[in-house]
């Protein structure tokens, strides 16, 4: 067994190959190295930060819904005791949306006690105070998926970018032998084998980054899309809730004049 180890370890391999690159291809494959340290990090802290976001977009909006069947105030103080305890984009486009549509209704609910629920006094709302809410929520909604998508940018980056590296790197290495066997006046074959080598380095280290990259950001864009369709229907169904509210305020104050 230890023989086999130590004829693994002076045959020709990887790290041949990168002793028989020149400058430029070693600079590359280190380039490419560094790269791929910061694909896989941004994949690490996106794969936490995309499943955190999407557990408490789900969760709030059952909450949400939960809450509406139970014909509950949209501005009720257990939903906004909910809001406050997840840190998810439906939580904090929910908070937006309430803070912009307690401005509407009674003063008094723009400044909390602290440790008493804001006493809620609703008011029938013009079209104008309806679309200034709505675009609270588009604006929050935008907001959150500027948030969720950084890092993916970078991903779709190192995709197109890490293969082409790879290549210019072989291109190199590989024009770079020729010239050196020319030069030499050789023209048998191992000669060029070890430039070759070197040459071909390059396009593996490429595609060793481009690859789990490429499923990296596969897997974030889907995620990335979940989460704004969330978002989006968690928006309508709070303009619904708000409407029929308002619907059934309009009745009540109909019946009492």
Not at 83 to 104: R, W
Not at 143 to 162: D, P
Request: charged content about 15%.
């Amino acid at each position: 067994m230890t023989n086999l180890l130590i004829i693994a370890a002076s045959s020709p391999g990887i790290y041949y190959a990168y002793q028989n690159s020149d400058g430029v291809g070693q600079f590359i494959v280190l380039g490419l190295l560094g790269g791929s340290v910061l694909a896989w990090t941004i994949m690490l802290n996106k794969f936490l930060s995309l499943h955190r976001a999407k557990k408490m977009s789900r969760m709030f909006f059952t909450s949400f819904e939960n809450a509406c069947d139970n014909k509950l105030n949209i501005a009720s103080p257990s939903l906004r005791r909910d809001a406050d305890g997840m840190f998810g984009p439906t939580a904090s486009i929910y908070q937006k949306g309430v803070e912009k549509l307690l401005e509407f209704y009674h003063p008094d609910n723009q400044i909390p006690v602290p440790g008493q629920p804001a006493t809620i006094t609703p008011a029938l709302l013009s079209k104008a105070q309806f679309d200034a809410i709505e675009a609270v929520l588009e604006q929050e909604v935008s907001t959150q998926i500027r948030n969720i998508e950084k890092g993916v940018g970078w991903m779709a980056t190192m995709v197109s970018l890490a293969p082409f590296c790879g290549l210019f790197g072989t291109v190199w290495g590989v024009m770079m032998a020729f010239c050196g066997i020319a030069a030499a006046g050789k023209s048998d074959f191992t000669a060029l084998a070890p430039g070759v080598a070197g040459a071909l380095l390059t396009t593996v280290a490429g595609l060793v980054v481009a690859i789990p990259s490429l499923l990296g950001y596969n897997w974030m864009t889907g995620t990335v899309r979940d989460v704004t369709v969330y978002m989006d229907h968690f928006v309508e169904a709070f303009m619904v809730k708000l409407r029929l509210e308002q619907t059934s305020l309009a009745s009540v104050q109909e019946q009492q004049r």
